[in-house]
């Protein structure tokens, strides 16, 4: 079960620096999108949540 946490939580933080990456927001307006560590860490955290709710 812990495993399922992890691995959801890697995929989460690859998708979310590859959301930064490809739709980054270089002004700064954008709160999740401006820089890479908040949209790897909401990735994770987020993909962290699916894998809990999945059974």
Known sequence: ??????LGAGVGALL???WYKLVGCSTGACPLTSHPVISTVYG?????LVATSLH
């Open 44 to 48: 994770a955290v987020l993909g962290a």
């Open 16 to 18: 979310g620096y590859g």
């Open 1 to 6: 079960m812990i495993w399922r946490v992890f």
